[in-house]
């Protein structure tokens, strides 16, 4: 079975930084791009951030653009989310994902692979 383990998350205030990290298991990681996603209470589940499977390219959603970066470590099995000037809108549970695109018109979408999701880990940001 798929598993994944985010880590990382915690309170702090506006402008503040983390480092999520996921370890991922049973599946090809390598195979995969993977992804980070966001969810608040009583909304979706936002694509954040995603790396394709070498490390090669990054994609990232226009709210975090410019703030946040993706790694991955393929002999580690662990993708990471350096997230920097948070902001509250920021707050959410992040979770990752082995992650693929679709072409919609000019922008590329981005979704989950699997339907075992982490438990998550919550970031909050709060003054």
């Known amino acids: 079975h798929v598993q994944l383990v985010e880590s990382g998350g915690g309170l702090v205030a506006p402008g503040a930084s983390l480092v999520l990290s996921c370890a991922a298991s049973g599946f090809p990681f390598d195979g995969y791009a993977m992804g980070w996603f966001r969810q608040a209470p009583g909304k979706d589940r936002d694509f954040v951030a995603a790396?394709?499977?070498?490390?090669?390219?990054?994609f990232y959603a226009d709210s975090v653009k410019g703030r946040f970066t993706i790694s991955r470590d393929n002999d580690k099995n662990t993708v990471a989310l350096q997230m920097n000037s948070l902001k509250p809108e920021d707050t959410a549970v992040y979770y990752c994902?082995?992650?693929?695109?679709?072409?919609?018109?000019?922008?590329?979408?981005?979704?989950?692979?699997?339907?075992?999701w982490g438990q998550g880990t919550q970031v909050t940001v709060s003054s």
């Open positions: 994902n082995a992650a693929g695109s679709n072409r919609v018109g000019e922008k590329l979408i981005w979704s989950y692979e699997y339907d075992d």
């Open positions: 790396i394709s499977w070498n490390g090669g390219k990054s």
